[in-house]
């Protein structure tokens, strides 16, 4: 029986990150780098497009894969409309709400756009996103935000959170469905999601200022503070999101955005670098006793996971303020390109329902 091939496609803002499967068996991965300089000629994200998917194809070449045996071509899913979790076929609502970035910029949006292009170009290829970052199974109450001119928003690691909490549940031989967990993604962004029996009730929007300020994230802003820079007339609007996402959190106190730095800095007994270690630290872990309430305080465990999960520091800083609620997991990295692939698999095996975006 000839095995079928699956192609995931993760583009970052600094990388396009893709792996090939043959079934569930990892046959080779690998993570382009885009330098400042290679990407300072495209004004917008979308028009990154084809530069990416050359290199991609560039890859499969030299890997010597035979595109006719790649069945799925699965993509890291961008800002689209809220929608539920799950696997979705890429169709030309989505491609049309992806390029025209309608609901927001975001390197991940390159993800479906890509997948669809490359299947196009194959005999029996299907293209799917999976787990996109506005994955929304907010409870109603959890939108409100103050004022109704502004609801919350769910934007988070809907990806790899989903990932480690069905990892965790496996492996205490039960399903994710029937869990309460309290899953922090620490990345270059941080979310930290209450998973009532399979369903993320709440979690702080990663990406647009909300939540503990993280490497490059200024996280939640003071909101007077911030209304008064704005009006200021010293920043533009790009600025003003730029401080937000981008260029907020780590790199604005510190000027760098590798928390692994950070944390060697203050080993080395650098004062600034101690305290923004641990004010990255007390951030999660009260985010994570937010969520705990949420969850009315009945939490079965907390996943730890993400980069910064690999700097034990880190992890002790918050576990000495979070273990009274619930044994502390940890799942260093993400797993991002085995979730996307063995979603596309299960689909195809028709072991996972193929849901469609309108």
């Known amino acids: 029986m000839v095995k079928r091939l699956i192609l995931a496609v993760n583009p970052g803002s600094t990388s396009t990150k893709i792996a090939l499967y043959e079934e569930t068996n990892l046959l080779f991965e690998k993570s382009l780098s885009h330098s400042q300089s290679d990407l300072a000629g495209f004004k917008k994200i979308p028009d990154q497009f084809q530069f990416r998917k050359n290199l991609i194809m560039d890859e499969i070449s030299k890997n010597k894969t035979a595109p006719d045996m ?6 890291r899913g961008g800002l ?14 989505m491609l049309d709400d992806l390029s025209s970035g309608s609901y927001g910029q975001h ?23 999976v787990d996109p970052v506005v994955v929304d199974e907010l409870h109603e109450v959890a939108r409100l935000s103050g004022h109704p001119a502004i609801s919350r928003r769910s934007v988070f690691h809907a990806l790899n959170q989903k990932a480690v909490a069905r990892i965790y549940a496996s492996s205490a031989g039960k399903k994710y469905e029937d869990l309460n967990l309290i899953v922090a ?3 270059g962004g941080i979310s930290v999601g209450a998973h009532k029996k399979g369903r993320v009730i709440d979690v ?23 209304a008064a820079l704005c009006f200021s007339g010293k920043y533009s609007h790009t600025e003003i ?5 981008g260029k907020g959190g780590m790199i604005a106190y510190i000027g760098t955005n590798s928390f692994k730095e950070v944390c060697s800095m203050a080993e080395n007994g650098d004062e600034k670098a101690i305290l923004i270690r641990d004010a990255v630290s007390y951030q999660v872990a009260k985010e994570i006793g937010a969520m705990a309430s949420v969850l009315h305080g009945r939490v079965d465990a ?3 996971t993400g980069g910064m999960a690999y ?30 692939a063995f979603n596309a698999l299960m689909a195809l095996d028709g072991k996972l329902e193929i849901k469609i975006y309108c």
Not at 107 to 129: D, H, K, Q, R, T
Not at 241 to 245: A, D, F, Q, V
């Open 80 to 93: 689209i409309k809220p929608i539920e979790s799950g696997i979705y076929k890429v169709n030309q609502r």
């Open 204 to 226: 702080n929007n990663a990406l647009d200022g909300d939540g503990p300020f993280s490497p490059e994230r200024s996280g939640g802003l003071p909101s007077g503070q911030l």
């Open 241 to 245: 999101r730029s401080m937000i996402t």
């Open 185 to 187: 993604h620490m990345g």
């Open 302 to 304: 907390i996943i730890l």
């Open 107 to 129: 390197a991940s949006n390159l993800g479906g756009l890509i997948a669809y292009e490359i299947a196009s170009e194959l005999p029996f290829a299907e293209a799917f996103i």
């Open 70 to 75: 790649i069945k799925a071509v699965v993509g």
């Open 311 to 340: 700097q034990e520091s880190n992890i002790n800083s918050i576990r000495t303020m979070v273990e009274y609620i619930s044994e502390v997991v940890v799942y260093p990295g993400e797993d991002e390109m085995k979730a996307l």
